[in-house]
């Protein structure tokens, strides 16, 4: 055999142990939407993190999606602490005497406007929040980034315009401060899953829900509905897209850190374009074409919202303090305040478009991270 024959060989031999080593070194992670596939938070949320996690690494972190028969919402944080999950949705909200610190900012529903600027501005606030931080690790929780929803409305069985027409009735809010301003306006707070809103509506324990107007197509409301008010009710962004789990986050290389968070950035950017804005507009003309008639709020509906929203700022921070030892929680308050308006800013410039509000984020938040001992 000739000896340029033998380097041939050779080359070929040494190219293909190396594949053989890199396919052999890839790594499927165990991942938790914790919703049905009909989510936006299943897809595009975890879909494209999946994706783009394997192309940022090369194929070195890829995913595997697991159903809400293993993991849903309501026991993510025992199924991420066990490892069970190693990337799954954890929503802050469902917690709040794990996480005083984050949800004192992820319950200030009522300050967003702008789906994109409050996904925005509660990541960075979490990312450079320390107290956030400490919260997290006692969790065994790695944070990467947070989405918003659109504008919440009320979806009901029973018509409201007015604050009289609300009074009495019972509806599932989905945080604290929702509560608050049902008790306000003389609604009932009902506190459940939202994947048990459907039941509830179709057996008549409630008579609506507080909700993202995208939850008729997410959890096929339309069946069970009657009504919804065009009212603004702030967003929902008490959320975590992707918490990765301690034990899993400590293997990985800084690089592969750094992939996962600016991953987890796109598919948050993605899911609060499709949930926030998308979804919202298909969910109309669901309704529409269903026979739910969107009704106009009446004047002394909409003014409860600015009187209440001003009082519960006070009270939000009073009882931060008082029930669960949160230090300064009004400063706390006004420096999110301060990033809603920056962001706000922020994506007016970008317009509604997730790859550069994305990209807006990277550069704000993560660029000066050193992903060596982030979360540790």
Known sequence: MTR?????????????????????????????????????????MFTEFAERLEEKTDGGLTGTLLGTE??????????????????????????????????????????????????AAITEYIVTCAECQ???????????SSHASDLYRILSTEPVRSLEDLRGLRMRVGGPQYSRWAESVGLTP????????YESLSQGVIEGTVASIADIISFRLDDVLNYVTDIELGTFHSTISHAIGQRTWETLSAEE??????????????????????????????????GIEILEPEQDLLDAIPAF??????????????????EDAESKIERFQALVDKWTEIVEETGDDPEAVAEAMKREIWSDVDFAAYGS
Do not use: C
């Open 4 to 44: 340029p024959l033998l380097k041939t060989l050779a080359i070929a031999v040494t190219v293909s142990s190396l594949a053989i080593a890199t396919h052999a070194q890839a790594r499927e992670l165990r991942m938790a939407p914790g919703v049905p596939p009909a989510h936006p938070a299943y897809d595009p």
């Open 70 to 119: 293993v993991a849903n919402i309501g026991n993510m944080r025992n199924a991420i602490r066990s490892g069970l999950v190693e990337a799954g949705l954890f929503l802050p909200a469902y917690f709040p005497a794990d996480l005083p610190e984050i949800n004192l900012v992820g319950d200030m529903a009522f300050l967003g406007t702008t789906p994109h600027a409050m996904g």
């Open 134 to 144: 400490a919260e997290l690790r006692e969790l065994g929780i790695v944070y990467t």
């Open 190 to 197: 009902a506190t459940m899953s939202v994947g048990e809103t």
């Open 257 to 290: 850190r750094e992939a996962m968070v600016h991953a987890s950035v796109e598919a948050s950017a993605a899911i609060t374009q499709r949930w926030g804005y998308e979804m919202a507009d298909e969910a109309r003309d669901i309704a529409n074409e269903s």
């Open 309 to 326: 929203l001003e009082e519960d700022l006070v009270y939000a921070a009073e009882q931060a303090e008082s029930r669960y030892g949160v």
